[in-house]
């Protein structure tokens, strides 16, 4: 199983702003450079986050992009959703509850097994913060 370019991009734009989190908006431009992510493909990732809430901007010549909470606040479990969607490592096991239905589903051997790795996914990804992926930073600020 792999995440895509959009949960790998879009989680290191979220570290770069926690880490200059609270000074301010950081302009788009400033991020790709950092990161090395396309300037286009960074706007499309951080319009879900802004829509999802994860991040604000500012317009003008001292604009760009901030965290609307603190690092310590944000999980990546909230970044992967807003970038890709629920966490759903079968078809039949979206923690949604709108999986697609399977007819083997009511007696499928394996259906246990991808609900129990949906779950230990997301308790990973939902106990670990933005500030967690900044070590040595000071950005756990509430």
């Known amino acids: 199983m792999k995440f895509s370019s959009r949960s790998h991009y879009g989680l290191r734009a979220m570290v770069a702003l926690a880490r200059s989190y609270p000074r301010g908006p950081v302009p788009l431009a400033e991020i790709a450079r950092s990161e090395d992510i396309s300037f286009?493909?960074?706007?499309?990732?951080?319009?879900?986050?802004?829509r999802a809430g994860l991040v604000g901007s500012t317009r003008g010549v001292h604009g760009g992009y901030?965290?609307?909470?603190?690092?310590a606040e944000v999980t990546v479990g909230q970044v992967l959703r807003a970038l890709e969607g629920p966490i759903a490592p079968a078809?039949?096991?979206?923690?949604?509850?709108?999986?697609?239905?399977?007819?083997?589903?009511?007696?499928?051997?394996?259906?246990?097994?991808?609900?129990?790795?949906?779950?230990?996914?997301?308790?990973?990804?939902?106990?670990?913060?933005l500030a967690d992926l900044c070590p040595g930073d000071t950005v756990k600020v509430p």
């Open 66 to 71: 901030q965290l609307t909470d603190a690092p």
């Open 40 to 50: 286009s493909y960074l706007e499309q990732l951080m319009a879900s986050l802004r």
């Open 91 to 129: 078809e039949c096991a979206s923690e949604t509850g709108n999986s697609v239905f399977c007819d083997r589903e009511t007696d499928c051997p394996s259906k246990t097994f991808w609900e129990n790795l949906r779950d230990n996914i997301a308790q990973v990804v939902d106990a670990t913060t």
